[in-house]
Nanobody, 125 residues
Framework: VQLQASGGGLVQAGGSLRLSCAVS????????MGWFRQAPGKEREFVAA????????YYADSVKGRFTISRDNDKNSMYLQMNSLKPEDTAVYYC???????????????????WGQGTEVTVSS
């Protein structure tokens, strides 16, 4: 499977961006999906995750109420709508996938075994 993240860019604080993750390979609906981010000098951190059908979503406290994760299984794609962006949201954002989700550790990067190349988001103050 291959993951291709896109949609990053430079935006002012308070603005919005929509990230996309296109997935090729095996049946997209079989994958539990997630977004992570890594700011300069910091460890990679969980942002959001979504179940196979999209019925269940999970968010880091830092983005809850501002970001929305979604997926379109017909288009083999996952999205992250980011609103009310803050300078602290500046990071490289990675999409991730797993066929073997454990059922609980959606927030740990070790849970995912497929990763995209990342797309950079910069939020200016």
């Amino acid at each position: 499977v291959q993951l291709q993240a896109s949609g990053g860019g430079l935006v002012q604080a308070g603005g919005s961006l929509r990230l996309s993750c296109a997935v090729s390979g095996r049946t997209f609906s079989s994958y539990f999906m997630g977004w992570f981010r890594q700011a300069p000098g910091k460890e990679r951190e969980f942002v959001a995750a979504i179940s196979w059908s999209g019925a269940s979503t999970y968010y880091a406290d830092s983005v809850k109420g501002r970001f929305t994760i979604s997926r379109d299984n017909d288009k083999n794609s996952m999205y992250l709508q980011m609103n009310s962006l803050k300078p602290e949201d500046t990071a490289v954002y990675y999409c991730a996938a797993t066929l073997a989700y454990s059922g609980s550790a959606y927030y740990t990067f070790a849970e995912y075994n497929h990763w995209g190349q990342g797309t950079e988001v910069t939020v200016s103050s």
